[in-house]
């Protein structure tokens, strides 16, 4: 099945320690997503690519970095995680087919930081 | 300024009855409102989405009621059952960009 995987489910950090959250999608899709998502809270935009093409929001913090070597893969950088910074983080891909509007969200990482 | 907003947060409704999920937004240029379904653990996933050229969309028990005047629009289950306990978002985007504007979120709580 066509699918949003991402790796690991769960992750513990320490404070301060880089971490990398790695996203890969078998749908072909040409738009990738990340979100941050805390606890009983909506989703949180920190970026997304078009193809190559690299947006960021206003509000993400440059402690968040994403990098995405190839249309199937796709990264979240944590320079220096803080203690604000645990949440659930998830992955999204929309593409053409569907006008770019429907987005397929994988299963999330959730990031402990202690 | 949040440009959309969900209400109720929580909602508990018995078996056999009617579920609503009200959102409103702001911004008249959004053309792609979706709501979606998240279970604890998982990711959220598409359950209905609704364009501004209709008034509503019915797919199975999930209705989608849309008012372009009031910039508001609702979800609406029918038969809700204890499997459709979930936190629903309701959303808004514009254009192709298929960025997202999530409202807060509701928790629904079916009781058997």
């Known amino acids: 099945d066509a699918m949003v995987i991402q790796n690991p489910r769960y992750q513990v950090t320490q404070f301060g320690k880089p971490v990398t959250l790695s996203c890969s999608q078998t749908l072909n899709h040409n738009v990738m997503y990340w979100y941050q998502q805390k606890s009983s809270q909506a989703p949180k935009l920190l970026f997304h690519?078009?193809?190559?093409?690299?947006?960021n929001e206003a509000d993400t913090p440059d402690n968040f970095q994403s990098r995405r070597p190839n249309t199937s893969f796709c990264f979240l950088d944590i320079r220096s995680p803080g203690l604000g910074d645990a949440a659930m983080y998830l992955c999204?891909?929309?593409?053409?087919?569907?006008?770019?509007?429907?987005?397929?969200f994988g299963p999330g990482t959730r990031l402990t930081v202690l | 300024q949040q440009q959309v907003k969900q209400s109720p947060q929580s909602l508990i409704v018995q078996k056999g009855g009617i579920s609503i999920i009200n959102c409103a937004y702001e911004n008249t240029a959004f053309d792609y409102f979706p709501w979606y379904q998240q279970f604890p653990g998982k990711g959220p996933a598409l359950l209905i989405a609704?364009?501004?050229?209709?008034s509503e969309k019915k797919e199975g028990r999930f209705t989608i009621s849309f008012n372009k005047s009031a910039k508001q629009f609702s979800l609406h289950i029918m038969d809700s059952q204890p499997g459709d306990s979930a936190t629903y978002f309701c959303?808004?985007?514009?254009?192709?960009?298929?960025?997202?504007?999530f409202g807060d979120g509701t928790t629904l709580t079916v009781k058997p």
């Open positions: 999204a891909t929309s593409g053409r087919d569907y006008g770019f509007n429907e987005q397929f």
């Open positions: 959303a808004a985007s514009k254009g192709n960009a298929g960025k997202s504007t």
């Open positions: 690519y078009y193809d190559k093409d690299f947006n």
């Open positions: 609704i364009r501004p050229d209709v």
